[in-house]
């Protein structure tokens, strides 16, 4: 028995598989939640069969850029609670879930945070300790010759226009 | 009891760092900070005299470390490793960071580095 079965599907059949699945036994609705692959976003749902103690997962590949898929509410209620998460944390629209209201973040924030283009605002306000080189001159301003650090995980664009090298990091203990 | 290899904090060997801000730039949160300056080192039959890194101070603010252990997986040097202490108890935001001197309180470590 393949306990990490695995089924693809195209966003059309989404929610007729996962109904399907369902009315072979796999009750028991686990979790949905999104992998962030760039141009493309990977949904998943995680389905289980209590009786025979096994898992599914069924996969499902969106566009980054037009994120929709069915809501799967009408098949497990409780799935209203991850799709409104996912559509919260990753911008993926459910149709057909009546309750879209957010659970943590006010709607106005913008772009969804665990996408991978959203950059921590905290971290464009901060400098990056990983900017000063690892000799005394890097901290002082910086050898022009030497190539600019970025930090990892933030867009070019997205830093302010002042130096990244801050002069001192406050008392040396 | 904690058992001796928990991963209860970061100690920092300062004699083995060599400011090489690895650690720096790859820990996730941004709670590792380091400053040095260079010497010059004149060898006996060196020709030129050598230039080193010397670490004048290194912190970790554990108010932000998630303990996810790269920082320890990542050092060359071996100047990081875990630690079962624990006590990181502080009444201030600013008194969880932790310099040279509490970071070296925690060495040596009861396990071995896991660094390469
Ligand atoms: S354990 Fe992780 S978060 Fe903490 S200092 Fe090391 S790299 Fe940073
Ligand atoms: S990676 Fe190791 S040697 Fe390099 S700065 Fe960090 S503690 Fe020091």
């Known amino acids: ?173 | 009891m904690i058992p001796a290899e928990a991963h209860g904090t970061i100690a920092l060997r300062a004699s083995a760092c060599t400011s090489c801000m690895i650690c720096v730039r790859e820990c996730p949160t941004w709670c590792i900070d380091l400053v040095s300056h260079t010497e010059q080192v004149s060898e006996a039959g060196a020709r030129r005299p050598k230039t080193v890194n010397v670490l004048d101070a290194f912190r970790i603010d554990f108010g932000l470390c998630m303990y996810c252990g790269i920082c320890v997986d990542l050092c060359p040097f071996d100047a990081l490793a875990w630690s079962p202490e624990h006590d990181h108890g502080a009444t201030t935001a600013a008194g969880l960071v932790q310099g040279i001197k509490e970071l070296e309180m925690a060495w040596p470590p009861t396990q071995p580095p896991t660094g390469n």
């Not at chain 1, 659970?103 to 924030?109: G, Y």
């Not at chain 1, 945070?113 to 400098?127: G, H, N, Q």
């Open chain 1, 1 to 173: 028995m393949n306990s990490h079965g695995r089924i693809d599907v195209a966003p059309a059949d989404w929610e007729q598989v996962v109904s399907g699945l369902q009315r072979e036994g796999f009750t028991l609705f686990d979790f949905i939640t999104v992998v962030d692959r760039g141009s493309t976003l990977e949904v998943v749902a995680r389905v289980v069969n209590p009786v025979a103690r096994v898992p599914t997962m069924v996969w499902t590949t969106l566009p980054a850029d037009a994120a929709e898929l069915a809501s799967l509410c009408s098949i497990y209620l409780g799935a209203a609670w991850c799709e409104r998460e996912a559509a919260e944390m990753f911008g993926v629209v459910f149709i057909g879930l009546g309750d879209s209201r957010p659970l943590l973040l006010r709607a106005s924030l913008g772009e969804p945070p665990m996408r991978k283009s959203s950059a921590l605002v905290a971290r464009a306000i901060r400098d990056w300790p990983g900017a000063a080189q690892s000799t005394d001159d890097g901290r002082q301003g910086g050898n022009p010759s030497r190539r600019r650090q970025l930090p990892p995980g933030v867009p070019e664009d997205f830093l302010r226009d002042e130096p990244l090298v801050s002069g001192t990091t406050g008392d040396e203990r």
